[in-house]
């Protein structure tokens, strides 16, 4: 489901500088898992890691906002190298950090978008230029996205995004040639 032509959404995207991220229901499924020991387990999408490691190959900046707490998460970001400095766990008020985030890189709503699945991102999607949700998302959130992924969370929909951001800044090709040539 896309709200917009791909090409509004290319134009929108032209000037993103932040991708923020939710991470259950975008970074995983959503699913929660929990061993015996009562350790969390969460399955993330090697193709979400490079979609990623592209868009700060390309300096977009990438900062993760999370209702819950997790030690695999902050694990995952910085084997990413998503910056410690923009790794917000535990966040109830997601405004609240998303504030912080714009304080501390000093980029602004209009060069921010932000994917979220759910009624705690609700606040800072309707502040962001370019709200993005995917298909397993709750239907108000996905009512207010710019765009709702082809791929369901957890399964790709980050790289999905990626590579749309890239391509609307016309650096994707980069991107490609820069692995062609590995």
């Not at 000037?15 to 995983?28: A, E, M, P, Q, Y």
């Amino acid at each position: 489901m896309i709200t917009k032509p791909n090409f509004e959404i290319l134009e929108i995207l032209k000037n993103i500088k932040l991708l923020i991220l939710d991470v259950d229901g975008i970074f995983t499924k959503g699913s929660l898992y929990y061993s015996a020991k009562e350790e969390h387990i969460k399955r993330f999408s090697v193709y979400d890691g490079l979609g990623i490691k592209n868009l700060l190959k390309s300096d977009i900046k990438i900062a993760i906002i999370s209702s819950r707490d997790s030690e695999i998460v902050s694990k995952r970001c910085l084997d990413l190298g998503i910056d410690s400095n923009l790794i917000y766990q535990g966040c109830h008020n997601k405004n609240e950090y998303y504030q912080k985030i714009k304080k501390q890189t000093g980029i602004m709503d209009q060069n921010i978008a932000f994917m979220g699945d759910d009624l705690p991102d609700l606040a800072v999607m309707k502040q962001v230029k370019a709200p993005i949700s995917v298909p397993n998302a709750i239907e108000h959130i996905k009512s207010i996205a710019i765009y709702v992924t082809k791929t369901k969370g957890g399964n790709g929909a980050i790289r999905e995004v990626s590579d749309l951001i890239l391509t609307s800044q016309d650096k994707l090709q980069n991107i490609i040639n820069y692995y062609e040539n590995l």
